[in-house]
Nanobody, 125 residues
Framework: VQLQASGGGLVQPGGFLRLSCAASGFTLDYYAIGWFRQAPGKEREGVSCISGGGTDIYYADPTKGRFTISRNNAEKTVYLQMNSLNPEDTAVYYC???????????????????WGQGTQVTVSS
């Protein structure tokens, strides 16, 4: 089981990035995929989540209207389009897979959540 996050980088305020989460070793269709982030000195927080079928989507309040999550189960990849980035979005972003429904309802992980490695997003002028 592997989740590979990519697409992070340095971007100026107001800019955009698209993160990708490539899954392998399991059937992606049966899992919700979430994005979490952790900034230095802060707790990890849920950013967005999309259910296995793509019908249930969660966005944390600070990201609503700016971030868009999508998935392509055939390509086994989930995307997070991040627009209008600001310095408060600076963090390490992680993708995670969960077989349950809680993650896309509350934006929180469970004991069954699988984690990928992170990708650094830095928003700075």
């Amino acid at each position: 089981v592997q989740l590979q996050a990519s697409g992070g980088g340095l971007v100026q305020p107001g800019g955009f990035l698209r993160l990708s989460c490539a899954a392998s070793g399991f059937t992606l269709d049966y899992y919700a995929i979430g994005w979490f982030r952790q900034a230095p000195g802060k707790e990890r927080e849920g950013v967005s989540c999309i259910s296995g079928g793509g019908t249930d989507i969660y966005y944390a309040d600070p990201t609503k209207g700016r971030f868009t999550i999508s998935r392509n189960n055939a390509e086994k990849t989930v995307y997070l389009q991040m627009n209008s980035l600001n310095p408060e979005d600076t963090a390490v972003y992680y993708c995670a897979a969960d077989p349950g429904f809680t993650m896309c309802l509350t934006g929180t992980a469970s004991v069954d959540t699988w984690w990928g490695q992170g990708t650094q997003v830095t928003v700075s002028s």
